[in-house]
């Protein structure tokens, strides 16, 4: 159980959603057998996370809130932050964005209380998308967290969340017609990989970047 969550992570991160839920349907069948609640409750928070990126954000929230509370009764936050910027973007994809940006606000309470930092970049991020979603889009709040997103990514050097940032700071420049700015942003994080070229973030920035005519 324990080695098919943590190999299920990073099939989720670069886009095999597929393949990963095939190891979380196995994780749940074996915490069925073993009663092992606490890998079920973090087998459904990824699954959520899963549907979350896959258009179904009703099935999400459900999952992700029970599966939250199951962790938090035995006293574990680890991943609540993922699990919680993943909440916050389905409450947005579904119109409620009080309840959206209460599930940001409680991540980042909870990356800062348990120092578990390692996705506040994408936290940053996910903030950001939400206040393009809203009713009435705040591009002006969307720029201050993709370039706060930014700040964090390159502060801890992670390049794949840093990619995430800029592609989404890259839209909104596109969309307000701008050209050599979103280029210059993203070409250099994107130049700076030699490898993973199969997955849905480089497919995404090199797709984004012939758009921009910068490949």
Same mark, same amino acid.
């Given at each position: 159980?324990?080695?098919? &969550?943590?190999?299920?992570?990073?099939? %989720?991160?670069?886009?095999?959603?597929?393949?990963?839920?095939?190891?979380?349907?196995?994780?749940?069948?074996?915490?069925? !057998?073993?009663?092992?609640?606490?890998?079920?409750?973090?087998?459904?928070?990824?699954?959520?996370?899963?549907?979350?990126?896959?258009?179904?954000?009703?099935?999400? &929230?459900?999952?992700?809130?029970?599966? %939250?509370?199951?962790?938090?009764?035995?006293?574990?936050?680890?991943?609540?932050?993922?699990?919680?910027? +993943?909440?916050?973007?389905?409450?947005?994809?579904?119109?409620?964005?009080?309840?959206?940006?209460?599930? &940001?606000?409680?991540?980042?309470?909870?990356?800062?209380?348990?120092?578990?930092?390692?996705?506040?970049?994408?936290?940053?991020? %996910?903030?950001? !998308? %939400?206040?393009?979603? +809203?009713?009435?889009?705040?591009?002006?709040?969307?720029?201050?967290?993709?370039?706060?997103?930014?700040?964090?990514?390159?502060?801890?050097?992670?390049?794949?969340?840093?990619?995430? @940032?800029?592609?989404?700071?890259?839209?909104?420049?596109?969309?307000?017609?701008?050209?050599?700015?979103?280029?210059?942003?993203?070409?250099?994080?994107?130049?700076?990989?030699?490898?993973?070229?199969?997955?849905?973030?480089?497919?995404? @920035?090199?797709?984004?970047?012939? !758009?921009?005519? @910068?490949?």
């Amino acid at each position: 159980m324990y080695t098919l &969550v943590h190999v299920a992570l990073p099939l %989720i991160l670069r886009g095999d959603y597929l393949i990963a839920n095939k190891l979380l349907d196995e994780v749940v069948a074996l915490t069925d !057998e073993k009663s092992a609640l606490y890998w079920k409750a973090l087998a459904m928070m990824f699954q959520g996370c899963l549907f979350a990126l896959t258009g179904r954000a009703l099935d999400s &929230v459900g999952m992700i809130i029970s599966g %939250i509370t199951a962790v938090r009764s035995v006293g574990s936050t680890l991943w609540v932050p993922l699990y919680l910027s +993943s909440l916050a973007k389905a409450h947005a994809e579904l119109g409620k964005f009080d309840d959206a940006w209460r599930g &940001v606000g409680e991540a980042m309470t909870v990356v800062e209380t348990s120092k578990e930092k390692w996705c506040e970049g994408e936290i940053h991020r %996910i903030a950001g !998308e %939400i206040a393009l979603m +809203s009713p009435e889009p705040d591009a002006a709040k969307a720029q201050a967290h993709f370039e706060r997103a930014l700040e964090v990514s390159r502060r801890q050097q992670a390049k794949s969340w840093e990619l995430r @940032a800029s592609m989404s700071l890259a839209r909104l420049w596109r969309d307000q017609g701008k050209v050599q700015q979103p280029r210059e942003l993203l070409a250099p994080v994107y130049g700076w990989f030699t490898e993973g070229f199969d997955t849905r973030d480089l497919k995404e @920035a090199k797709a984004l970047l012939e !758009e921009l005519g @910068a490949a």
